[in-house]
């Protein structure tokens, strides 16, 4: 039973251009939602979070959105630069968890000069 | 500031042995986490440890155990080995344990099961 999923195995962008990156869960108990990047031979590291009270939270060129009836959230980069090229994996975790990780497949972003 | 380290890299093993994975945390990060991650199925949580004291435990067989010992170092054992343990096993360290999930994780070793 997979809770959180990336149905997007695969996105290709151009640079300056704006990367949406979605994820949909099935779990309503889930309460904090993590974006993570991983590169090649390297750990995931993270990237941007959202409480599930929030609907929106902005780092920098990364912004995430949550749609809590919908069960969606989305992370968009802008401008996408070619350093951006990773897998993301998209993560939620309950409270009373501790430290478990429920992490989406992921999704391979590509972005071209 | 050291990241997390796990040892080895890269192994590999033939069905039925067992294999020991070693991760030293960020210095002064109590809670470890580990991960498996194999094509097309993302990160799958195995176990936490906070403390010397396993807080949480994934879906997996006995044939997966860990521990955790006082200075926070933490070893994952996997017994009699199958081909589909075949995966990179990534550790993740926290100063905390606590739901808001930010990790930092190691590079992983990749166990090729044969």
């Known amino acids: 039973d997979q809770q959180v999923k990336q149905n997007s195995p695969s996105l290709s962008v151009q640079e300056g251009r704006i990367s949406i990156l979605n994820c949909d869960y099935t779990?309503?108990?889930?309460?904090?939602f993590l974006w993570y990047k991983k590169y090649p031979a390297e750990g995931p590291t993270f990237l941007i979070s959202i409480s599930s009270i929030k609907d929106k939270n902005e780092d920098g060129r990364f912004t995430v959105f949550l749609n809590k009836s919908a069960k969606h959230l989305s992370l968009h980069i802008v401008p996408s630069q070619p350093g951006d090229s990773a897998v993301y994996f998209c993560?939620?975790?309950?409270?009373?968890?501790?430290?478990?990780?429920?992490f989406g497949a992921g999704t391979r972003l590509a972005v071209h000069p | 500031k050291a990241g997390v380290t796990q040892t080895p890299r890269y192994l590999i093993k033939t069905r039925g042995q067992q294999v020991t994975l070693s991760c030293s945390p960020i210095?002064?990060?109590?809670?470890v986490s580990w991960y498996q991650q194999t094509p097309g199925q993302g990160l799958q949580f195995l176990f936490e440890y906070f403390s010397e004291t396993q807080r949480n435990k994934g879906n997996f067989p006995g044939r997966f155990s860990g521990r955790q010992f006082s200075n926070s170092r933490s070893e994952m054992n996997v017994s009699t080995l199958e081909l589909g343990d075949s995966a990179l096993y990534l550790c993740a360290s926290s100063l905390q344990s606590g739901s808001t999930g930010e990790l930092f994780f190691g590079e992983g070793s990749r166990l090729t099961v044969l």
């Open positions: 779990n309503s108990m889930f309460d904090y």
């Open positions: 993560a939620a975790s309950f409270s009373g968890g501790y430290n478990k990780l429920i």
């Open positions: 210095s002064g990060h109590r809670s």
